[in-house]
C-alpha cells in the first residue's frame, strides 16, 4: 500500500515518456562509468610492498608492529623486525 502511495505521488505530474528512459539499456556513457569503477585489483606483492614502505615512512615502531601484526608471515615481516631490532633496540 504505501508503495503504491509513492508511486502515485512520484508519478504526478511526470508524463509516461520520463518513465521510458528508465527503461532503456545503458548508454555508452553508463559503460565507461562501469569500467572506471570496475578496475582489476592490483598486484597484492606491490600492494604489500607499498604498505611497508609507507608504515616504515612513519618512523616509528607502531608503524613496524602494525606491518609484521597484518603480515606476519611475508618476508618484508623479517625485515621489519631487522629494523625495530636497530632502530629501537
Not at 528508465?22 to 555508452?28: G, H, K, L, V
Not at 606491490?46 to 607502531?62: H, N
Amino acid at each position: 500500500m504505501l508503495f503504491g502511495i509513492f508511486l502515485a505521488l512520484f508519478t504526478m505530474g511526470h508524463s509516461h515518456a520520463d518513465w521510458t528512459v528508465w527503461s532503456q539499456t545503458p548508454t555508452a556513457v553508463h559503460e565507461t562509468v562501469t569500467r572506471v569503477v570496475m578496475q582489476k585489483p592490483g598486484d597484492p606483492e606491490k600492494i604489500i610492498e607499498f604498505e611497508y614502505a609507507r608504515l616504515k615512512g612513519r618512523g616509528t615502531r607502531e608503524g613496524l608492529e602494525l606491518f609484521i601484526a597484518r603480515h606476519p608471515d611475508h618476508p618484508l615481516a623479517e625485515k621489519a623486525r631487522e629494523d625495530i631490532k636497530r632502530l629501537y633496540e
